[in-house]
């Protein structure tokens, strides 16, 4: 048997419970199921002392950053308040850990911390949506995306909650194959497993209906119609603006163009109609608005990297 891969769990104060047991979870149920020993964890806090969740919960860790161990991958994993955490101490410890070359990662608001150690600049980074306009805000030069997690570059990120099981069963299928991540996510009676080109989608309302009312309305225009797309012209006409200020509010908040975020929306729908429902290529491609199953297999495949066809065949 070979030796298990040791992930390093850096727990930053208040952070999220839900992404610490989603990330948690998945590699014990490797080992459960796998019958062998193939992950091993260590919890830290920057002080090695117990670090409490957002949620009020304490946790007893195994040490501090004055005694992080050799690891395969090393997580930093914050919630709320994360700047109020970013210490010089914990920065500096990173830093070591990073010229130490260990693999480093980050969970939830995790990435905040990374690009506050200047780690990210020029890379891909995911962060839990919430805090999107003030992460574009004060690290410009980070490519900031909505999927729900990222692996292309030196440092994998997770958008928090479930995004971190996604990333970890990603991970085990890496590791050790799809069938061991089939397995565990079905342990976890968890079928609708993401990869990193899905998108975090959360409710109009709770994302932007309270900033703007424009935005919001435009939104339900385009979910109420995705079988039928209506133009960015008569979005704009009906909510009473013009089209220039339409293109504005989708670049503003949602950082894509209303056209953009249309066919985004639209291929979101069609996957969970494959992973979900009994109905065809076809049946899907007409349900959401594409003219032809050809031109919506195009489509699909260069947005998700498969074809419906297969995807439709995947479980999760």
Same mark, same amino acid.
């Given at each position: 048997m070979s030796n298990p891969q040791h992930f390093v769990f850096l727990l930053i104060e208040e952070f999220s419970h839900l992404a610490f047991s989603c990330a948690i979870e998945p590699l014990r149920i490797a080992n459960l199921v796998r019958g062998e020993k193939l992950y091993k964890w260590s919890i830290l806090s920057e002080d090695g002392e117990t670090v409490t969740c957002s949620n009020g919960i304490k946790t007893v860790v195994d040490g501090g950053i004055s005694g992080i161990p050799k690891s395969d991958r090393l997580f930093v994993l914050s919630g709320i308040n994360m700047q109020a955490h970013a210490s010089r101490s914990l920065l500096s410890a990173l830093r070591r850990e990073?010229?130490?070359?260990?693999?480093?990662?980050?969970?939830?608001?995790?990435?905040?911390?990374?690009?506050?150690?200047?780690?990210?600049?020029?890379?891909?980074?995911a962060i839990h949506w919430e805090y999107h306009d003030s992460f574009m805000e004060a690290f410009p030069e980070v490519n900031l995306v909505r999927s729900v997690f990222t692996v292309e570059g030196?440092?994998?990120?997770?958008?928090?909650?479930?995004?971190?099981?996604?990333?970890?069963?990603?991970?085990?299928?890496?590791?050790?194959?799809?069938?061991?991540?089939?397995?565990?996510?079905? +342990?976890? *009676?968890?079928?609708?497993? &993401?990869?990193?080109?899905?998108? +975090? &989608?959360?409710?109009i309302q709770s994302r932007n209906g309270m900033r703007n009312a424009h935005l919001a309305r435009a939104i339900q225009i385009m979910e109420k119609s995705i079988e039928a797309? *209506?133009?960015?012209?008569?979005?704009?006409?009906?909510?009473?603006?013009?089209?220039? +200020?339409?293109?504005?509010?989708?670049?503003?908040?949602?950082?894509?163009?209303?056209?953009?975020?249309?066919?985004?929306?639209?291929?979101? &729908?069609?996957?969970?109609?494959?992973?979900q429902t009994e109905s065809s290529v076809t049946e899907v491609a007409?349900?959401?608005?594409?003219?032809?199953?050809?031109?919506?297999?195009?489509?699909?495949?260069?947005?998700?990297?498969?074809?419906?066809?297969?995807?439709?065949?995947?479980?999760?």
């Open positions: 990073r010229a130490r070359g260990t693999p480093i990662g980050a969970l939830c608001s995790g990435a905040w911390l990374l690009a506050e150690a200047g780690f990210l600049d020029g890379s891909e980074a030196k440092f994998i990120t997770a958008s928090g909650g479930t995004a971190t099981a996604d990333l970890m069963l990603h991970l085990i299928e890496q590791d050790h194959g799809h069938d061991l991540a089939v397995a565990v996510s079905d +342990q976890m *009676v968890y079928n609708a497993v &993401r990869n990193a080109t899905a998108e +975090q &989608r959360v409710s797309p *209506v133009s960015p012209s008569k979005i704009a006409m009906e909510i009473g603006i013009s089209t220039r +200020q339409l293109e504005r509010l989708f670049g503003k908040y949602l950082n894509a163009s209303p056209k953009k975020y249309s066919m985004e929306m639209r291929l979101d &729908r069609a996957r969970k109609l494959l992973l007409f349900a959401c608005g594409f003219e032809s199953p050809g031109h919506f297999a195009r489509v699909y495949r260069a947005h998700f990297g498969t074809t419906p066809h297969l995807q439709k065949n995947k479980i999760g």
